[in-house]
């Protein structure tokens, strides 16, 4: 695949899509009768709105290495990992790469910084959360995209459900790149 500037392959704009999603789909659980709701065992629970999402939220810098051992770990092959890392920041990563996504009004913009760099945007949709599932939809390639999304004191940690469309970039090439983004590290609200 050829990755720019201008147009980026739909697995990295989905895989931002994704990242942009999960933020913004937390919220949500269930109270049982008799159940001990989870805020009295443990800090996590769902974000609750759309509006727990809204901001710009960042992971902390990530190895290169760890994001390779992520997309392999995801089911993709060495090469594959390789090709993606490869293209991160615009081929300019070096040693780390961070994940950014602002989500706001409905809009998810997924970013990545390499090594301090300026921040550079992988893909833009749109997003609409039910409970603490984020629904996304890149703009450009038309990938649905299903995140989790579980708010644990100011960490925000996304799990990637499902990557689909009628494009042939979607799926599981842009699942692969998807869940090495959203679920690499948690991230933290910057703003």
């Not at 990295?12 to 937390?26: I, P, S």
């Not at 659980?29 to 805020?39: L, R």
């Not at 689909?164 to 959203?182: F, H, K, W």
Request: hydrophobic share 35%; charged share 25%.
């Amino acid at each position: 695949m050829v990755t720019s500037r201008s147009r980026r392959p739909a697995w990295a704009r989905a895989a931002a899509a994704a990242t942009l999603l999960v933020a913004a789909g937390c919220g949500g659980g269930s109270s049982e009768a008799g159940s001990t709701p989870a805020s009295a065992t443990d800090e996590s629970s769902p974000a609750g709105q759309a509006a727990d999402l809204e901001g710009t939220w960042q992971t902390p810098d990530i190895p290169l290495e760890e994001a390779r051992v992520v997309y392999e770990d995801a089911g993709g092959s060495s090469a594959d990992a390789e090709a993606f890392v490869d293209q991160l920041g615009s081929g300019s990563a070096q040693s780390t790469i961070q994940f950014q996504f602002h989500a706001h009004d409905g809009v998810w913009d997924q970013y990545e910084r390499a090594d301090h760099g300026e921040a550079e945007r992988g893909w833009t949709g749109t997003y609409t959360v039910d409970g603490d599932v984020v629904h996304a939809r890149e703009a450009d390639a038309g990938c649905a995209i299903d995140y989790r999304a579980t708010l644990e004191g100011d960490q925000l940690t996304l799990e990637v459900l499902r990557d689909e469309g009628q494009n042939p970039e979607c799926s599981s090439v842009d699942l692969l790149a998807q869940r090495t983004i959203y679920e690499s590290a948690p991230f933290s609200k910057v703003e």
